[in-house]
């Protein structure tokens, strides 16, 4: 479609991402690795690339270096093209020098380097989210309803909705009124027209997804009428509808799901191990894209594996690893059994000297004889010979010196040593 040579995508790289804490404590979160090999930002900007859509700026201001380094060596495009991503980290400017207040703010602080380029709509997405959109789809149905904005709707339960910003429409499908959260009492008022499978699920409320597709005059217009608004889904798009600009819904039935929690986290890279998991990752058409490391494939001596993700270039001779995912590199020792776990791997693999233990020191991966279960294992750990770490309600929450427990979970942070004999 000839329109989307001319949308600019802008990736919002989220704040501080405390409730991903420790996983975010040295890296934002678009750049927290998920799903064996790839990082979060991979998402949005493939199902850009598989739209159609080439020229994409990633927001962020919050530990951008690996963030930064990782789309430098993945998305290249050629000197014929005029597609590219690049990277918007909050800066100072002569018109504010602010960080980025939210995600109107973001965008609006970034429009000096938006107006470099030629466009006629904006699509606003999420860096942390599970999905797989195919958003030529979406501005089809933003152009054939002569809207000025177009919101990414999910319809879900009255359970749910009361965890999200909840859209109204009329009988035209274009949204009405909009509410942030409303409590279990008062989701009677907020019921819209969805079609009869919907209907009988008793999915008959639209929760807004974060996505946006904005005419380029709607989002100038709207940030110069509403100055003080740092936020879209709290701000901006409330004065949208005040304002009587056409708002069209563009319903998603397909998996979607906001990665932004720890436990969220968990359970969506865990259900990428089912037989049929609701993102697919092996799909011939909408390719998830990712750096290319050239990897060796992976090796597996001894093991028992049960519903589980090897990721290229480990060396595993594990006793049993089920319903886990195991990321690049990784390194499990002989006898060590892992369930129920997201092990993410490392960023070069354990040289021959550093499996030699010199002083005493683990060498980098899992080393023999461990059980670990209901964990988060960040990248580039040091775990020895007989640690156990069995996570689940029992713990206590909170943040140790050496991992944290959110929610049941065990998260052993980058880096980390555990020595031998370590439990948790």
């Not at 997405?125 to 599970?130: E, I, K, N, P, T």
């Not at 009329?170 to 008022?189: A, C, R, T, Y």
Request: aromatic share 8%; with cysteine; hydrophobic share 40%.
């Amino acid at each position: 479609m000839a329109v989307m040579d001319k949308t600019v995508a802008v990736i919002l790289g989220g704040g501080q991402g405390s409730r991903l804490f420790p996983l975010t404590k040295s890296r934002s979160k678009p750049a927290v690795p998920i799903g064996g090999k790839y990082r979060l930002v991979d998402i949005p900007i493939s199902n850009c690339l598989n739209s159609d859509v080439r020229k994409i700026f990633v927001l962020t201001q919050f530990n951008s270096a690996s963030l930064n380094r990782h789309i430098k060596n993945t998305y290249h495009f050629d000197v014929f093209s005029p597609g590219f991503v690049d990277i918007l980290a909050a800066e100072q400017t002569p018109g504010s020098s602010k960080w980025y207040q939210g995600t109107a703010d973001a965008v609006r602080q970034s429009f000096h380097h938006l107006n470099n380029h030629e466009y006629d709509h904006l699509l606003v997405l999420s860096g942390d989210q599970l999905y797989q959109m195919d958003y030529e789809e979406m501005m089809q149905n933003h152009l054939e309803s002569g809207a000025d904005i177009s919101i990414a709707t999910i319809p879900v339960n009255a359970e749910d909705a009361t965890g999200f910003g909840i859209l109204k429409t009329d009988e035209k499908g274009n949204i009405s009124s909009f509410v942030e959260k409303p409590p279990l009492e008062e989701l009677k008022n907020w019921p819209s027209e969805v079609p009869d499978d919907l209907k009988n699920a008793g999915r008959v409320y639209l929760a807004s997804m974060g996505i946006y597709i904005f005419s380029k005059k709607a989002i100038h217009d709207l940030f110069e009428s509403n100055p003080d608004s740092t936020d879209f889904g709290k701000e901006i798009i409330p004065a949208a509808i005040e304002s009587k600009y056409i708002i069209a819904s563009y319903l998603y039935d397909g998996y979607w799901t906001d990665i932004g929690t720890i436990k969220s986290f968990f359970e969506a890279n865990l259900d990428l191990t089912k037989q049929l998991p609701g993102f697919n990752l092996y799909d011939n058409k909408r390719v998830i894209y990712t750096r290319a490391r050239l990897l060796p494939a992976s090796k597996v001596t001894g093991t028992t594996l049960e519903r589980s993700i090897i990721a290229e270039g480990s060396i595993i001779e594990a006793s049993r690893i089920e319903h886990t995912l195991v990321g690049i590199r990784s390194r499990i020792g002989v006898g060590t059994t892992i369930v129920d776990s997201i092990i993410m791997g490392n960023d070069f693999f354990a040289s021959i000297e550093d499996l030699k233990r010199p002083m005493g020191r683990p060498a980098m991966g899992i080393g023999e004889r461990c059980y670990i279960r209901n964990a988060i294992v960040d990248k580039n750990v040091r775990i020895g010979n007989d640690v156990r770490i069995n996570g689940g309600s029992h713990l206590e929450e909170g943040n140790y010196e050496q991992y944290s427990v959110v929610d049941g979970i065990v998260v052993v942070p980058k880096g980390v040593t555990l020595d031998d004999g370590f439990v948790v």
